[in-house]
C-alpha cells in the first residue's frame, strides 16, 4: 500500500464544500492503493460564517496532522518577505502567492513540523488555495524525496472581496506560481475549463481534472413533499461578491414568474456577513421580501432535504461572458445536486463550464437570458432527471482517477 500526504487547509470537521474534496476523497484512496495523511489546520467556527463543525472525517485520527489554528494570522518572521510585501503595499499591489497570512502559517508549519513522521510518503498533494499547501508541498517532498502535485480548486487570477484600495496583479501572481510549480510532478485542477487555462500556461506540464463530485448516499426524492409545502427554488451556499448580481437577476425573473404562479426562492446563505447585508438590502429596494426568503444556515442534513424537495436546485455564478476564471469554474455544489430529480438552474452564461456539464449529465440549463430563466421555471417540472454520465461524476470515480494519476507518476520515477 503507497502513502499519500495530503496538505490541505480545509478538512473535516469544518463543513464546506472545500473540505468535501479530500475530506470525502480519502474514504475512496485505500480501495485504489493509497493510504491517506493529511497535515492541515486546527479547524473551529468562523467568525462571519454559516459553516458548521459538524463534517464526519473518513481518515483516522493517527494519519491527521494539525499545526495551527485556521483563521489565525500569524505573522511572518522572515525579513525579506516583510520589505517585498512593504513595496507591495505601497504601490497597493494584491498578490494571491503572497499574503502575509499565508507565508505566517508557512513558517509556523515548517518551524513545527516532525517530518519524520513522513519519511515513508510515496508521493505528496498540496491543494490550493491557500498558497501555504502549495509550498509546504514543494518543501516537503524536496525534504523527503518524492513528488508532489498542485491540487488547483480556484485559479490564482481569482480574486474576490479584497479592499478597494488594492489591485491585483495578475501577471506577478502567475509569474510567481510558475516559479513555485516549476517541480511538480503534475498539476490537477477541477473542472476542463481550468485544464485548458492552465495548458496555456504550462504547456510542457502533465495536468489532469479530478472533479469534485457527488457522494451517492441521497435517497430518491419521489412521491416525497415539498419540504414546505409549496414550490420553491433553493439556493445554499456562499454568496461572493460576483453571485450578488445573479441572484439579483433570477430573484427579479421569479417575480414575473409569480404574475402566472406563485414560486418562491429560498436561500440559505453562509456569508459572507457583509454580503448578506448587500443581498438583504437588494432585495428590500426591488420590493422581493415576499418572493425571496433569506433563512440562516442549517445543518447538512436539513439542507439536503430542502434540496431533494425543491422544485428547481439553483446555482450562482458570473453573468459576464469575458469573465474567463469564473467560466471556467464549476462550484462543488453542482456535482453535489446531479444526483436527485429535480433539475438545476445555473445563473452563468451558456459557454460556461456549469453548462456545459448540466447540458451533458441533461440535469438542467445554464443560462442569464430573463426569457430562458423564465420558461424554465414555468416549464422545466418532470424533466432533467440525469442520465448515466451523473455516474461518471461520483467522489468514488474521481478519487479512483486521482489514485490512477499518482500510479502514473510514481511509475515514471
Known amino acids: 500500500m503507497k502513502k499519500v500526504l495530503i496538505i490541505t487547509h480545509w478538512f473535516p470537521p469544518m463543513n464546506m464544500i472545500a473540505s468535501k474534496r479530500f475530506g470525502i476523497m480519502c474514504r475512496y484512496f485505500e480501495k485504489y492503493g493509497y ?12 467568525s462571519g460564517s454559516g459553516f458548521l463543525m459538524d463534517m464526519q472525517c473518513t481518515v483516522e485520527d493517527e494519519q491527521i496532522t494539525r499545526i495551527g ?66 509550498y509546504l508541498a514543494k518543501y516537503l517532498s524536496k525534504k523527503i524525496g518524492c513528488p508532489y502535485i498542485a491540487d488547483i480548486r480556484d485559479l490564482i487570477d481569482f480574486s474576490d472581496g479584497i479592499p478597494e484600495k488594492y489591485k491585483h496583479d495578475v501577471t ?71 453571485r450578488l448580481e445573479s441572484l439579483m437577476l433570477l430573484a427579479n425573473c421569479i417575480k414575473e414568474v409569480n404574475d402566472k404562479e406563485h414560486i418562491e426562492f429560498i436561500i440559505r446563505s453562509t456569508g459572507p456577513a457583509e454580503n448578506d447585508k448587500k443581498m438583504k438590502a437588494m432585495i428590500k429596494e426591488e420590493k422581493l421580501e415576499g418572493i425571496v426568503k433569506v433563512l440562516e444556515p442549517e445543518k447538512e442534513e436539513k439542507v439536503r432535504i430542502e434540496q431533494e424537495n425543491a422544485y428547481i436546485n439553483v446555482v450562482l455564478s458570473t453573468i459576464y461572458p469575458d ?49 430562458q430563466i423564465i420558461d424554465f421555471i414555468l416549464t422545466s417540472e418532470g424533466k432533467y432527471g440525469g442520465n448515466d454520465k451523473v455516474l461518471f461524476f461520483s467522489r468514488e470515480k474521481q478519487a479512483e482517477r486521482y489514485c490512477r494519476i499518482m500510479d502514473g507518476i510514481l511509475a515514471e520515477r
Do not use: C
Not at 216 to 238: F, P, Q, T, W
Not at 324 to 353: C, H, Q, R, W, Y
Open 35 to 46: 493510504r491517506p495523511y493529511v497535515l492541515t489546520t486546527t479547524a473551529h467556527k468562523i
Open 69 to 134: 489554528r485556521m483563521g489565525t494570522g500569524y505573522v511572518p518572521k522572515s525579513f525579506l518577505f516583510h520589505v517585498f510585501h512593504g513595496v507591495l503595499n505601497f504601490f497597493g499591489i494584491f498578490l494571491n502567492t503572497l499574503t502575509p497570512e499565508a507565508r505566517g502559517r508557512y513558517e509556523k508549519i515548517k518551524k513545527e513540523i516532525d517530518i519524520s513522521r513522513f519519511q515513508d510518503i510515496d508521493i505528496v498533494i498540496g491543494t490550493y488555495p491557500e498558497i501555504d499547501s502549495i
Open 172 to 242: 506577478l501572481d502567475i509569474f510567481i506560481e510558475k516559479i513555485v510549480l516549476r517541480n511538480a510532478s503534475a498539476i490537477v485542477p477541477v473542472t476542463s475549463g481550468y485544464k485548458k487555462i492552465l495548458r496555456e500556461r504550462y504547456p510542457h506540464k502533465k495536468i489532469k481534472v479530478v472533479y469534485n463530485g457527488w457522494e451517492n448516499n441521497v435517497e430518491s426524492s419521489e412521491n416525497r413533499e415539498r419540504a414546505y409545502g409549496y414550490k420553491y427554488l433553493y439556493y445554499a451556499g456562499v454568496i461572493y461578491q460576483h
Open 323 to 371: 469573465d474567463g476564471e469564473l467560466m471556467a469554474t464549476i462550484p462543488g455544489k453542482v456535482f453535489e445536486l446531479l444526483p436527485f430529480t429535480n433539475p438545476i438552474l445555473a445563473i452563468v452564461p451558456e459557454g460556461s463550464d456549469v453548462s456545459k456539464l448540466l447540458r451533458a449529465t441533461n440535469k438542467g440549463i445554464g443560462t442569464i437570458d430573463r426569457k
